[in-house]
């Protein structure tokens, strides 16, 4: 099992809405990521989270929360977004953290989230 | 402050040439280099690593690396239209602080 799995594939949210994306791998990495991808732009770091503890955290508004509940999950929960939130948000993981240059980074399909 | 570049394109190549992307980078401090293949609207996919000066090669993909010029690239033989696509260039610099470069877009004629 070479995946990582998102859900939903799709959101469209109001401004008051709350709601959660969730993201999950089997490859028994230790690092998992959320990115921002707006379109025709690269990928923009959110998170980190290394042995299920947040490692990087790029100054991301606070209507974001990040949570890593157990080494296989991430989720991101959403609270008060702006329309210029609307984005496709990537989760991503990678093998381990500890080891010295050779780390790969692999992607999930994405979420395409609207706000209205 | 960790920059990539790549020329945004489009580079269009008719189908069976060779594509050729570059991509520079800023610091020397990072080890390891990505290439990944984007489809519109789906997300990144890692097609070549590097880690060492020189080449490395995959099938139709070569990639090579230049650390004294902080340079990376990637060759893709016998072009099919199947490539067309955006390619984002990553380099990682430890603590798992990837950095992508804004992607160029490929388009392969038939």
């Known amino acids: 099992d070479t995946e990582v799995t998102q859900t939903p594939k799709h959101l469209v949210m109001g401004m008051t809405n709350k709601k959660s994306l969730k993201c999950e791998q089997h490859m028994g990495h230790r690092a998992m990521y959320w990115y921002k991808q707006k379109a025709k732009k690269p990928p923009e770091l959110m998170f980190v989270?290394?042995?299920?503890?947040?490692?990087i955290n790029e100054s991301v508004p606070s209507r974001f929360s990040p949570e890593c509940p157990n080494s296989s999950l991430l989720n991101l929960h959403l609270h008060a977004l702006q329309p210029e939130d609307s984005a496709l948000y990537l989760c991503?993981?990678?093998?381990?953290?500890?080891?010295?240059?050779?780390?790969?980074?692999?992607f999930g399909s994405g979420t395409q989230l609207s706000v209205l | 402050q960790k920059e990539v570049e790549q020329n945004s394109g489009p580079l269009s190549v008719p189908e069976g040439a060779i594509a050729s992307l570059n991509c520079t980078y800023s610091d020397r401090g990072s080890q390891s280099f990505f290439w990944y293949r984007q489809y519109s609207g789906k997300s990144p996919e890692l097609i070549m690593s590097?880690?060492?000066?020189g080449d490395k090669e995959d099938g139709r993909f070569t990639a090579q690396l230049n650390k004294a010029s902080q340079y990376v690239s990637l060759l893709i033989r016998d072009s099919q239209p199947s490539d067309s696509a955006t390619y984002l260039c990553a380099g990682e610099w430890g603590g798992q602080n990837f950095v992508f470069g804004p992607g160029t877009r490929l388009s392969v004629l038939p």
């Open positions: 989270y290394s042995y299920e503890k947040l490692s």
């Open positions: 590097i880690y060492s000066n």
């Open positions: 991503a993981s990678s093998q381990d953290p500890s080891s010295a240059g050779d780390e790969k980074l692999f």
